[in-house]
């Protein structure tokens, strides 16, 4: 598994995917698919995860085995969106992007979205929320080494992470029920979703209090163990 050899062909994926190619398609598809098409869509923000995540790594063997440990902590995900009101998905994704690389964490983050979505519901909201959780394993992945120094920092980026996936996720609210974007509108949608972001919020934190260090040092023996 290593389709993307060039390096610059890399960087540039890794930068064109999560930032400009996915957040189009989701807003496309919000604005201009009916909700019969809704699966098409998440369809390909998952195939673009894969493209993204295949952008990370540069040897096969290394690649093989991430892909390995992804496929576990996305079933830890989606296992985990089934306990009532505080869901571990993003921390878990978190965690996975400390350890693995943002890309991975995007991944986690997508699929958990989509593969879950099957039981909770598809829809047009389904793009979105693999692109949320996707860019809150990135921007961890990228972050990595100042929050694996500091626990204070790694729970306020879980609070923050929390705090921006509601926030993301209104954005899909306004477009759906004004076909547009409007200021007014996405203000009323934070203020009537306070209590769900103060949900998202606490739940990032407690989880990444309680299973950061635990799966963190798993993971780094098996990094260690298997050369990932």
Known sequence: MLLIRNEKLRNVVRIAVPFVIIPAI??????FFDEKRHI?????V???SLVLFEAGFEKKSTGTRRMVIVAVMTALC???RFIPFLKPIAALTVITALYLGGEAGFLVGSLSAVLSNFYFGQ??????????????????GMLSKPLLKSRVLLLIYGAMAGLGYSFFMDIWTVLW?????????????LISAIPYTLSYAVSNVL???LLAKPLGEKLSRIKTKYGV
């Open 177 to 189: 029920y004004n076909e547009g974007f409007s200021v007014k509108l996405y203000a009323a949608a």
């Open 46 to 48: 998952a195939l673009l």
């Open 26 to 31: 989701a807003i496309a598809g919000a604005l």
């Open 40 to 44: 098409l869509i998440a369809l390909a």
């Open 207 to 209: 989880f990444l209090f």
């Open 78 to 80: 989606f296992a985990g």
């Open 123 to 140: 829809g047009p909201w389904t793009a979105f929320q693999m692109l949320a959780w996707g860019l809150i394993g990135l921007l961890a």
